[in-house]
């Protein structure tokens, strides 16, 4: 299975890293920094970190074992995985509480229900551990979840939301399906992964980008990261994505990129003339171009030096929060694709950091805490994906 999916990995370059803005770029080709006018940021500039700020928690930060004799890993993702599986409903979701970010706070629009994002997150969890639908310990937790996404997709507008869930829910449920078609190629599959897509397609608006509801008009890098992510792994595997899609979501990532002043390397909120930038936001960014087919670009460079600069931060101000999670879950891509490029950001700065977090605030149960957001299941679900992205089990996770 592991040969089937890393043979994959030659179809992304060809399906692609082949064509932006009309002119072929290769994935390793270097990309000239476009002409980026900046606008002030809401945020002040933080203090960067101590060379350890996370020492009085966890000790220094030492180099990682070997990811193969990891026994501390594997052990925490063996925990996670069973209290996922626990905590499944019965009719294959997992029951969190819906809503949205606002501001620092996240506002519940319904309490205690079943969550396309978080289900197809916690699926995901599964699937980058090489568990697929029907086959071994946990294939009938994933074929339970699979039939849940499926039924929730509709049959006409293409749309995968239950309780009042936005785009980002779509995103995360339009990747799994692609993820699951490139792994079984269930024909089921592939007919409503058509359609969520065909709806993502549809919804893209004059910016390039996608916000909360299907043809919002306003900007959101937050959101686009996981369209765009959505798009390339369907794309990867022979589902119709328009080129110009790809294109337009590339200009508007390029355009949100700051290249001057306090906030040089990171990536704007949304495309107005004040706006914010973050550790989660520049970790989107960053992930979206990777996605859109650029490895390596003078803006690429400068955001994972922003990210370098600010993860201790990250964690001093929102450990458990929705900002940490979703912030590594697009930081810890960035980083390992990064390595392909030669410069070692991974396994000299980011692994050994992350690591050293997740296994040091895993809770007893298997699971980790979710301060503000969906609830631990979201969390848990973020954090066993991270600590099994070097397997590469997932196509969209591949160097």
Not at 34 to 58: G, I, N
Request: aromatic share 12%.
């Amino acid at each position: 299975m592991k040969a089937r999916l890393l043979a994959l990995t030659g179809l992304t370059v060809a399906l692609l890293a082949g064509t932006i803005g009309g002119v072929f770029v290769r994935a390793d080709a270097p990309v000239a920094a476009p002409s980026v006018v900046t606008a002030p940021a809401e945020s002040t500039t933080p203090t960067p970190p101590s060379a350890s700020d996370l020492d009085a928690v966890f000790g220094p930060v030492t180099p990682a074992p070997l990811f193969e004799e990891d026994e501390q890993v594997k052990g925490a993702v063996d925990r996670a995985l069973r209290y996922l599986a626990k905590s499944q409903s019965a009719n294959g979701s997992w029951i969190q509480d819906i809503g949205y970010k606002f501001n620092d706070s996240y506002q519940v629009t319904a309490y205690a229900k079943p969550d396309i994002g978080v289900t197809s997150l916690a699926l995901m969890a599964f699937l980058s551990g090489g568990h697929l639908p029907g086959r071994g310990e946990f294939g009938k937790v994933v074929e339970k979840g699979t039939d849940f996404i499926l039924g929730a997709v509709d049959a006409e507008t293409g749309f995968i939301s239950l309780d009042g869930s936005r785009m980002y829910s779509h995103a995360f449920a339009t990747l799994f399906l692609a993820e699951i078609y490139g792994m079984t190629h269930r024909a089921d599959v592939k007919q409503k992964l058509q359609l969520a897509v065909n709806l993502t397609v549809k919804s893209q608006n004059k910016h390039g980008s996608w916000r909360y509801e299907p043809d919002a008009e306003e900007s959101d890098m937050s959101v686009t990261v996981c369209q765009v992510m959505a798009l390339r792994a369907a794309r990867n595997i022979g589902i119709r994505v328009p080129k110009s899609t790809i294109d337009r979501a590339y200009g508007y990532v390029v355009r949100s990129g700051i290249t001057r002043g306090p906030e040089a390397g990171g990536f704007k909120y949304q495309e107005k003339d004040v706006t914010r930038t973050s550790f989660p936001l520049t970790a989107a960014g960053v992930a979206s171009l990777h996605n859109a087919g650029v490895y390596d670009s003078k803006l690429i460079r400068s955001g994972i030096e922003y990210l370098k600069t600010n993860m201790n931060l990250l964690y001093k101000q929102y450990a458990g929060h929705y900002f940490y999670w979703y912030g590594h879950y697009y930081a810890s891509q960035v980083f390992f694709t990064s390595a392909d490029n030669g410069t070692n950001h991974w396994e000299k700065f980011y692994w050994p950091r992350i690591r050293m977090e997740l296994l040091g605030t895993q809770q007893d149960n298997g699971s980790w805490k979710n301060t503000v957001g969906p609830g631990s299941v979201f969390a848990t679900a973020v954090a066993s994906i991270i600590l099994q992205i070097p397997y590469q089990y997932l196509p969209i996770f591949q160097r």
